[in-house]
């Protein structure tokens, strides 16, 4: 069973924040957002590390930039009913 707690490092109580930045390595922001999560099971392939993880969140973050600069001035509202059409597009028409 997997489990997850997504919080901002601002409302995590002092000992849990501590924990957060021991594990992550790095002193957290106020307004950063943090990710836990647990499953059973097995890594079956290791993830990224160093430079390479480095690298592959900045082309992610790249990307997302690119992509929120082609949607400026575009209402929220649109935006979202061109995701749920796309969504039921793909959903009605898998081969």
């Not at 601002?10 to 836990?36: M, N, Q, S, Y």
């Amino acid at each position: 069973m997997e489990k997850s707690l997504f919080c901002q490092a601002r409302d995590l109580p002092p000992e849990k924040r501590h924990a957060a930045e021991i594990l992550l390595g790095a002193t957290l922001g106020e307004d950063e957002l943090v990710l836990v999560r647990s499953s059973k099971g097995r890594t079956l392939k290791p993830g990224l590390v160093g430079d390479a993880l480095t690298e592959a969140y900045q082309r992610f973050f790249d990307r997302a930039d690119a992509t929120a600069q082609k949607a400026e001035g575009v209402p929220e509202s649109e935006i979202d009913a061109a995701i749920d059409e796309a969504v039921e597009f793909v959903r009605h028409n898998r081969g």
